[in-house]
């Protein structure tokens, strides 16, 4: 298996456009989580589903995420409209239950 | 609530000196546990994980963990460093329960001066 497949890799935007990031998860894995990771707040869980259905979205910072998982094999994370402080490396992840999850390399977002 | 703690933010190691990272979590109950890193500009990367069984877990790349249930502790060891593992470590965690949600602790930097 390729692992889990995040993109694009690195994205550059300006403040107030509409970001959409991609993962597909490992096959056969049923969890996928999304994660925000920066300087200042670390590692931060944003949503996770399990069989394509959201089961914690506590960590969604506010209105302007959104995240979808329309099948098995792809999820997006939005965010609109952008902002600076959305600069961040957003990783996927995948796994089975209880264990342990596989990391994708990552989506790092700039807002300008 | 549950938490995982790890009180080394920042160590600064010289090369074929030992290595202890601290872990501790919050919870009684029926946990699993895992060690992942973080190499500069990369991804993370499982190191190991315990679920049941033999507490003292041995991983990739000569790291090993005990699980000490009665300290609630996953302390991650290496009898010997490299410059290579120079890196951030994230201990995590399982709670009981019908979760799958991954708790993680705030990370530490390691730093091996050659």
């Known amino acids: 298996d390729a692992g889990v497949i995040q993109s694009p890799r690195h994205e550059v935007t300006e403040m107030g456009q509409e970001v959409t990031l991609r993962c597909k998860p490992i096959?056969?894995?049923?969890?996928l989580f999304w994660y925000r990771q920066t300087m200042m707040r670390g590692l931060e869980l944003l949503i996770y589903?399990?069989?394509?259905?959201?089961?914690?979205d506590s960590g969604m910072p506010e209105d302007r995420f959104s995240a979808k998982m329309p099948n098995a094999s792809f999820s997006t994370l939005k965010i609109q409209p952008s902002e600076p402080r959305d600069s961040a490396v957003y990783f996927c992840?995948?796994?089975?239950?209880?264990?342990?999850?596989?990391f994708g390399p990552g989506t790092r977002l700039t807002v300008t | 609530a549950q938490s995982v703690s790890q009180h080394n933010h920042h160590v600064i190691l010289s090369e074929a000196a030992s290595l202890e990272l601290g872990c501790n979590y919050s919870?009684?109950?029926?946990?699993?546990l895992f060690w992942y890193v973080q190499y500069p500009g990369q991804h993370l990367q499982l190191l190991l994980k315990?679920?049941?069984?033999?507490?003292l877990v041995k991983g990739i790349k000569g790291f090993e963990a005990e699980f000490i249930k009665s300290k609630f502790s996953f302390n991650l060891r290496k009898p010997s460093v490299q410059w290579s593992d120079t890196a951030e470590y994230f201990c995590?965690?399982?709670?009981?329960?019908?979760?799958?949600?991954?708790?993680f602790g705030t990370g530490t930097l390691l730093a091996v001066q050659p």
């Open positions: 096959s056969g894995h049923d969890y």
């Open positions: 919870y009684g109950g029926t946990v699993n």
């Open positions: 992840a995948s796994s089975l239950y209880r264990g342990e999850q596989y």
């Open positions: 315990y679920f049941s069984g033999d507490p």
């Open positions: 995590a965690v399982i709670f009981g329960g019908a979760t799958n949600k991954l708790i």
């Open positions: 589903f399990n069989n394509n259905v959201p089961i914690d």
